[in-house]
Every structure is written in C-alpha cells, then in structure tokens.
C-alpha cells in the first residue's frame, strides 16, 4: 500500500526531530489529498445553503449534497438514499436513535441490551432512557480473550427487550463481532438491532442489507474524510414509525402554532443547515477507499495486525487484551505494571503517536482491572516498518521505566 501513503502529505513530517509514525487511526484517521481538494473547491466555487435556494449555486451544492447521500448508500449498499440520515457523527447518530426511539416507542420497564464492550458513545445515551423513563440496560458479558459471550445473549432478551445496541468492532479489543449472527438471534426474538459501525466501515465491507441491521452508525473521521459529519443509517419502516430528532428548518413540512407537521425522510431527521462541504469530502473519501477495494484494505491491514502481534509479543511482561480470532487491526496492551501513558509519553519523543487510557471504553478496563492501556491502531498508509520503529521504542520505553 505504500503508493497510496503520497496521498497523505500529513505523514511526511518529523515530530522532535524524528519521522512521524502515526498509529491513532481508530481515534481518527488521516485524509488523503483529494478529500483536502474536495473542502477547499466546495469553498472556493460551491459554498452555498442547500435545499432551499433558487439560485444556481444553491441548487448545485443541494444536487452535490444528494450524490454524497447516494454514494454512501453505494457504500452501506442500503436499499434506499433516503434511509441514510446525515449527523455530526456515530455520537451524533446513536444520540438521534437514543432520543426517537425512547420518544416513540419505550416505557418504564423496557429493556435495552449493550455489551461489555461498548464505547461510551453506545452505553450513555440509553442510560438517559433508563433515567428519564425508566428503561433497563442489560449487558452481554465479554470473556478474558476479549470475545462476547454471545451464548448468554438468548437468555438476556425478554419480552421487554425493545433494542439491542453493539459494536461491530471494538475500538479497544478490536474484536470483529459475528453481528449478523448476533442480528438473526435478536430477530428470532422480534428486536431491532443497532449497530456501532464507527470501527468497521473504513477496514471492512459493510452491507446493511445483508446484515439485516435496523440501524447501522458511523463517523466520517474515522474513514479518511472530514470531521464533522457521519451517518445514521435506519430501515425506512423505523425511520417511519420514529419522531425526530431535533426540530428547526428543513424537517418541516409545515409550521403553525396550532400544530407542525414533519418533512418526509431523509429531511425529517436533518434539522437545520448540515455539514454541505464535509458531505462532499466524504463522497470523494467513499470513493478513493473503493478504488482501492476495500477487501484489499482489509487483508493488507490484517497483515500489519498480525506482524505488529509477532513483534510484540516478543516484549518481556507484555499483555495483549484482545486475542479474537476475527480482529480489526488494534492492539491494546501493557506491560507489567508500567503505567500506560508513561509508555506513550516516551514512544510520543520519539515520534510514535499511540493513543493511552481508557478509550472510552471504562467498562472494559474494569473487567481486566487496568486502568488503561496503549492502543496502536492501524491504517492502509501503515507499514511494517512503522511496527518495527513501535516495537524498538516500546522496548526502549519498558527498559527505562522498568
Ligand atoms: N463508537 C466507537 C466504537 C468508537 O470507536 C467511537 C470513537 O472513538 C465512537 C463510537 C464515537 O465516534 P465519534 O466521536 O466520531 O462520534
């Protein structure tokens, strides 16, 4: 893949003297040159409020807005534009499910199920629901390889269960969890399935029909566009059924003080000006990742993955958390009893950016009793020799902390 890293001219820089070795991509990822050409034109020739402009450049950045909105639907292979709802992000787009769905359908004693191994991003909006209706939350437990223990999930749903909500993949453990199996048994039993899809859909194919999900969610930032937006992609007959999100301009269909009624999907869940010039930089992100093919990207950064755990683990007192056999390219560790953020404090001197800490992911820490960890985590511009520079300052950090 290393003639795709002259895209990211971000990555050919020194930090205290020394090459950049970026391995923070599952907080966020870096943007190829065309995704930067993409913001500069939209500002430069197109800047303008969609939807409700006569004008020729309105009308064009609205025609522009609706082809990201098309491309993504390619992307997700969902089966209409229309079910993909443009947000802030996965944050953003659980928040709007959290908010609908509690507004529309629950009641005090529902049941809402998560795993262990959630992001915070998917554990704290359903426990506004618990608080404000008095929803329960029930949680599928994960065993010590960091692997759901999905035999306990048939046992967790009731006939209150009204939502299970899970991660593709962890953003710490990097499990790849089986959610089209996990999708079949929640349906056996008649519940709606969201997906955190914010670690997946930049490393692996994603097809939300043949998954079956109600809701798939997911962060541009993550897969080599602009911050700022994301998705939430919802069946239509849910999108139907729930109430928005956010009230304002453009999910109206009409507004009197009498009564409002709502615009038709995908409107009625985008109050407001969106994020116009990030739309377009995600559709020119969407289509430089299929370019490329995204199995291809998934078997080079399986690759990476398995030659960052064979050099790895060659470090004396190191632990690895998160040993699935289906695993994204992340690796959380510590070693021994050395803190975390000593060891990312010292690699960062020498030009290695990890990320330390919990990762947003507390409850994963207080099942293995850690505090935190140190996660590098992996992109299509990574290479082994990258890993080599990780593994030679890791060993350096460990020998002077040791
Ligand atoms: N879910 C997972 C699994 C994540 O890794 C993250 C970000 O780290 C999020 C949700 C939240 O994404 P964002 O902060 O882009 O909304």
Known sequence: MMMYRDDFKILDQKVYGRPLVYLDNAATTQKPQVVIDALRSYYEQLNSNIHR????????????????????????NAKNSYEIIFTRGATDSINLVAASLGRTCLQAGDEIIVS???????????????EERGCILKVIPINEEGILQIDKLPELISSRTRLLAITHVSNTLGTINPIK?????????NVPVLIDGAQAVAHCKVDVQDLDCDFYCFSAHKMYAPMGIGVMYGKEEWLNKMRPYQGGGEMIKQVTFAKTTYNELPFKFEAGT??????????????????IGMEKIATYESELLNYAVERLTTIPGIRIYGNAPQKSAIVSFNIGKIHPSDIGTIIDKLGIAVRTGHHCTQPIMDHFGIPGTVRASFALYNTKKEIDDLYEAVDRARMMLE
């Open 53 to 76: 402009g006569v004008h020729y450049l309105s009308q064009k950045a609205t025609d522009e807005f609706e082809m990201a909105r098309e491309t993504v639907r390619r992307f997700i």
């Open 116 to 130: 262990e191994m959630e992001h915070h991003a998917n554990i704290v909006p359903w426990q506004f629901l618990c």
């Open 181 to 189: 199996k996990i999708i079949e048994i929640a349906h056996n039993q």
């Open 274 to 291: 969106p994020s116009v010039g990030d739309a377009m930089g995600l559709k020119v992100a969407i289509d430089y990742l299929e370019n």
